[in-house]
């Protein structure tokens, strides 16, 4: 019976690659059938996931076996249960409590660790000593980051108009923003080509036994 | 002879998914280089010392599994060489399940190993940057049980991990937020933790800042070629190796389409400007 | 009070977060534990409204027979499917009502909640996203045209990392000598990643990062007020 299911699911993924891939051609029934049945699947998993993960291990859990050590925990509770009044018009205010604490949390978090990481640490190598290093190209390499950061930060200053002479810096820094996108446009033909690669080597391998 | 757009879509569709199974059919065997982004990665692995206990968080689903799965089955086929400890943890929560496939899969090579003592699976948590400084500061706090509710006190090997800084090396496989970003900040930048990771080869360009002097990240596995790069390291010819032979027949297709398009709109100007 | 009281407790926590950071002691390192084990819990809830408000819609769509109903339908009847058979028998290690589902794993070879994963989300996910590969062929065909020195210099870095990130990058450059490793195209591709892509993407770092310590700033004094939704 196993081999048998085993077949069986190795099959329904064959049939939903395939429909998927029918958009290539036009939107059909096929292909509407599989992208809401891969809506309604992704959405039960995550409902799975949050009641296995954290509502159980990390509320409930908690209240049934301690219930007087764990009281605190009554208040997120009784904060999740003021995000569900969001879905009535008349209660959605009351959603605003909840909401307030995740984004004030998140927004002191984010500012510290965004000051460190993104701007003093950004800065810190950038200061670097170019000579120092042991080869031409990396002597080259280390003039282009520092002349490219400083460039490409000039470039995002919009609060006074840059002309003249001083444009230069920012016509710099868009050539380097350039080289960039350039990279960027070259990594995400081969993120992409990779996905397309994981399919094929599923029609043709698991499903047909081709390779 | 005049092709219309719809045809002419359909046949570039056409020939790219026989450039891309042809190779899949017939391999090449293609040798790759390894880049230094790589090489600082595993050596992060490689040189911490046996019994260390390290942290992989899978922060990715199956849309990117190409990339993401050879990765995490290197490092932790990795690792279990070099006798350490392995604790998965997920962002995301399809990363529990890709956790699950990878374990399951390297295990195979070495049945000795036990779950509880030389790895455990703690399951997804949500919350991103949140939730990483709280494992910071309280790890049991953040994960009272593991994915299959066994409580964090009767696990053996978590006994010598409290917070962040027990652990010796993380590494967070991500595709998208949050993910390695969130693990840099929080882990590397605020505990002190060293972190690598990999990613999607969309979003490598814009994590190789991180790579500095300040040593933000260990290396960085950027894509599939990474992956393929890291299993080149450990010796083996792994999922992502096998794949390389078409990745490189696709992308000089894309070059001949770049080139085929430049041209024809060079003629088309040139027959317009007479 | 239904703007100005959530505005104070953004600015009470956002604050505590702050302080905690420069006095890591009791009772701000308890304070700031206890607000981080409660924000999962209350994400956890914020999960749970989206899946909700999805049923509403979809329901919405189905009892009014709207365009393409059918499918709206087959898309809750698979929700079901899964969310009924994870609550019975759970996933992977994990127990669900009616046990950790032995006796059905042995059956169908897994768990029924992590067969539909396997068999049914994996592939969709996978393929799904697998379309970009087919679209970005298309684009580098249509719109991918070389028009002033920038999109030069966008279309010839591009073409050195695409080459260079495969193995045929190796091969054309390979025979060079040791004193022109420079430019073996892998080597120049990965100098492209290490120097000026890397300026750039600090430039685009640091901006962004002072734009982020702006915003936040200002949700925190209560200036940016947007999450607060409509005028109710």
Redesign the interface.
């Known amino acids: 019976m196993t081999g048998f299911m085993n077949l069986l699911g190795i099959w329904l993924s064959a049939l939903f690659t395939l429909s998927i891939f029918s958009f290539l051609y036009k939107d059909n029934p096929f292909y509407k059938f599989a992208e809401q049945v891969f809506v309604g699947l992704s959405a039960a998993y995550w409902l799975v996931n949050i009641i296995y993960s954290i509502m159980i291990p990390n509320l409930f859990s908690k209240l049934i076996t301690d219930f007087s050590g764990n009281l605190i925990l009554l208040i997120p509770a009784a904060l999740g249960l003021m995000m569900l009044m969001r879905l009535h018009p008349a209660t959605q205010w009351i959603s605003r409590y909840p909401i307030a604490i995740m984004i004030g949390t998140t927004a002191g978090i984010s500012m510290l660790r965004y000051m460190k990481s993104d701007i003093l640490n950004q800065v810190t190598a950038t200061m670097i000593n170019p000579f120092a290093a042991e080869t031409t190209g990396a002597v080259v390499g280390n003039l282009l980051l520092i002349i490219g950061t400083l460039c490409g930060v000039y470039f995002f200053y919009f609060s006074k108009k840059q002309e003249g002479i001083y444009a230069a810096p920012s016509k710099l820094g868009i050539w380097f923003l350039m080289i960039s996108f350039g990279a960027t446009f070259g990594y995400t033909v081969m993120a992409r080509i990779s996905l397309l690669i994981g399919r094929l080597e599923f029609l043709l391998g698991d499903w047909l036994h081709l390779i | 002879m005049k092709i219309s757009a719809g045809l002419?879509?359909?046949l570039?569709?056409s020939i790219?998914?026989i450039a891309?199974?042809l190779p899949?059919?017939i391999p090449i065997g293609?040798?790759?280089?390894i880049?230094?982004y790589t090489q600082i990665a595993y050596d992060l692995v490689e040189h911490a010392p046996e019994g260390t206990i390290a942290l992989i968080s899978f922060d990715y689903?199956?849309?990117?599994?190409?990339?993401m799965q050879p990765m995490a089955e290197a490092q932790i086929e990795h690792a279990f060489k070099r006798n350490q400890r392995v604790i998965a943890t997920a962002l995301w929560?399809?990363g529990?399940?890709m956790a699950?496939e990878a374990f399951g899969k390297v295990l195979l090579d070495y049945p000795d190993k036990k779950y509880g003592v030389d790895y455990v699976?703690l399951?997804?948590?949500?919350?991103g940057?949140?939730?990483i400084?709280?494992m910071g500061?309280?790890l049991r706090?953040?994960?009272?049980?593991?994915?299959?509710?066994t409580p964090y006190e009767d696990i053996p090997m978590l006994n010598e991990v409290r917070r962040l800084k027990d652990i010796g090396w993380i590494s967070s496989l991500s595709s998208g937020t949050p993910g390695l970003k969130e693990w840099?900040?929080?882990a590397r930048?605020?505990y002190g933790v060293p972190v690598t990771g990999g990613c999607?080869?969309?979003s490598?360009?814009?994590f190789?800042?991180?790579v500095?002097?300040?040593r933000?990240l260990y290396g960085l596995l950027?894509?599939?070629?990474a992956a393929s790069e890291y299993e080149s390291l450990l010796g083996r010819i792994g999922s992502a190796t096998t794949?390389?032979?078409?990745?490189?027949v696709?992308?000089?297709?894309?070059?001949v389409?770049?080139a085929?398009?430049?041209v024809k709109?060079y003629v088309t100007r040139r027959r317009k400007a007479q | 009070m239904k703007r100005s009281f959530p505005l104070v407790f953004a600015f009470i926590v956002g604050f505590l977060v702050l302080l905690a950071e420069f006095i890591p002691h009791r009772p701000f390192s308890q304070l700031i534990s206890t607000l981080e084990n409660w924000f999962m819990i209350i994400a956890g809830f914020a999960i749970l409204l989206g899946q909700i408000s999805l049923i509403r819609v979809n329901s919405r769509i189905i009892s009014n027979k709207e365009h393409d109903w059918q499918y709206h339908l087959a898309g809750m009847i698979s929700f079901a499917l899964m969310l009924i058979v994870g609550v019975l028998w759970g996933m992977r290690e994990a127990p669900g009502i009616l046990g950790k589902g032995e006796d059905i794993a042995l059956w169908m070879g897994m768990k029924p909640f992590d067969y539909l994963f396997t068999y049914a989300y994996m592939p969709l996910s996978a393929t799904v996203f697998s379309l970009l590969a087919f679209f970005i062929a298309s684009a580098a065909y249509r719109a991918f045209i070389i028009r002033g020195f920038e999109s030069n210099l966008l279309m010839i870095t591009a073409v050195i990392v695409i080459i260079g990130r495969t193995s045929i990058g190796s091969m054309l450059t390979g025979w060079l000598p040791e004193s022109w490793s420079f430019w073996h195209i892998p080597n120049l591709a990965d100098f492209i990643m290490e120097y000026p892509n890397t300026a750039a993407q600090r430039a685009i770092m640091i901006s962004a990062g002072l734009g982020i310590i702006g915003s936040s700033l200002r949700i925190i004094l209560g200036i940016e007020r947007s999450y607060l939704g409509g005028d109710k």
């Not at chain 2, 950027?222 to 070629?225: E, F, P, T, V, Y």
């Not at chain 2, 794949?243 to 490189?248: E, G, H, I, P, R």
């Open positions: 002419e879509r359909r570039i569709y790219l998914f891309v199974a899949l059919l293609w040798k790759t280089d880049s230094g689903d199956p849309s990117t599994m190409t990339e929560p399809m529990v399940q699950e699976n399951g997804y948590k949500v919350g940057m949140v939730t400084q709280a500061r309280n706090e953040v994960y009272p049980t593991d994915q299959g509710g840099v900040m929080v930048d605020a999607t080869a969309i490598a360009p814009g190789f800042p991180y500095n002097e300040q933000q950027g894509g599939l070629k794949k390389m032979d078409a990745q490189s696709a992308h000089m297709l894309i070059l389409f770049i085929i398009g430049n709109v």
